[in-house]
């Protein structure tokens, strides 16, 4: 009885904590394009792909935050977390991450038309990001903070890049790196606010705690959605009645 009874107790908040960490075993830098992309295997086509359809997602984190902040009554928690929208947005004359992923689409031979159309996101992209965004704002806020938890992981998969790509892919331009720089400081920084409200809301019951871990799950979901139909996008080459449905070469994974 006991056994069962302490198997009902919230974990502890540097146990809640190290059991968030855990699930950084499925974040998308394990994913195989990722992988490939880590290894320098990746065409020039295919990762102008991955960048032209990662900025869908790009512009979707100031949308994903402003519903967050729609739906906060803190004003202390509103006061930090705005800061990250204008992490993306930029303020005046200062580059936002939204202008440096679309330098990093000029550094890899997109043009800024090719990136801001969206003419080449892949359906699976749009539906996987729309899905994020539509949780932020039917979601508590508390819950949608604890989805961005996916920011523990990523400074590691951000100095893999500024590491990697200049020997890996030396034909991208060195500036196309500034928004991996930049994330790299910022990302830690969130982080710190992100942890604390998660923690300290979700450590009430083990269920709770449960919640807080299946809705990070989702998220890395989300993220691996998004590799997934990169990946599709990027490596397939279908006609069907004869129309190219994707131009990018086969490889194999």
């Given at each position: 009885m006991n056994a069962i009874a302490n198997d009902n107790l919230p974990w502890s908040r540097e146990e809640f904590e190290e059991k968030l960490r855990e699930k950084g075993k499925g974040y998308h830098i394990y994913h195989p394009f990722h992988v490939m992309m880590y290894e320098g295997k990746l065409t020039k086509e295919q990762l102008q792909c991955w960048v032209a359809n990662r900025f869908y997602y790009q512009i979707a984190i100031p949308m994903k935050d402003g519903a967050i902040l729609s739906n906060c009554p803190d004003v202390e928690v509103r006061k930090q977390w705005i800061v990250r929208i204008t992490d993306h947005d930029g303020v005046g004359d200062t580059v936002g991450g939204i202008e440096a992923w679309i330098q990093l689409g000029a550094a890899?031979?997109?043009?800024?038309?090719?990136?801001?159309?969206?003419k080449m996101v892949s359906p699976g992209v749009r539906f996987a990001v729309d899905a994020y965004i539509n949780f932020a704002?039917?979601?508590t806020w508390q819950e949608s903070v604890c989805s961005s938890l996916t920011e523990l992981f990523a400074p590691h998969i951000h100095q893999q890049r500024i590491s990697s790509w200049p020997t890996m892919y030396p034909w991208i331009k060195e500036e196309g790196l500034t928004y991996f720089k930049k994330r790299l400081t910022e990302a830690r920084r969130d982080v710190e606010q992100g942890l604390d409200v998660t923690l300290n809301y979700f450590s009430t019951?083990?269920?709770?705690?449960?919640?807080?871990?299946?809705?990070?799950?989702?998220?890395?979901?989300?993220?691996?959605?998004?590799?997934?139909s990169i990946m599709l996008a990027s490596t397939l080459d279908i006609k069907i009645d004869g129309k190219d449905y994707f131009h990018q070469p086969v490889i194999n994974f």
């Open positions: 890899v031979g997109l043009s800024r038309e090719d990136i801001v159309s969206l704002k039917q979601r019951s083990r269920e709770m705690q449960m919640k807080a871990l299946d809705i990070l799950q989702f998220k890395l979901n989300i993220l691996w959605v998004i590799a997934d």
